[in-house]
């Protein structure tokens, strides 16, 4: 499965399916700055958000905060949830708001 990777500030994130841990979805590999989801995950869209959200965590430096990492799970997955609820409204109202 070819997917389209994410500019996200500056980094070129490639987001990769493949056989890993059956016990993981994904994860955000911040040292190769790639999204590594589990090709029979459920829910992979939601999984590549939170995933995307654990990227712009780690590219904006609030990894550097000292936040702990049960918190930013709760915070990445907020947003993916939300995100994904709403994906087809996020859709319709950007492509409402760029109509000329």
Request: with cysteine.
């Amino acid at each position: 499965m070819k997917l389209k990777k994410f500019n996200i500030f500056g980094w070129s994130v490639p987001v990769l399916c493949m056989v890993i841990d059956e016990n993981l979805h994904g994860f955000f590999d911040s040292a190769k700055k790639e999204i590594v989801m589990h090709k029979n995950a459920d829910e992979k869209f939601h999984t590549m958000m939170h995933e995307f959200g654990h990227a712009v965590w780690f590219r904006t430096g609030m990894n550097q905060t000292g936040i702990p990492i049960s918190m930013q799970e709760i915070i990445v997955e907020n947003f993916a949830s939300a995100f994904v609820e709403n994906f087809n409204e996020i859709c319709y109202n950007k492509k409402t708001l760029e109509k000329k």
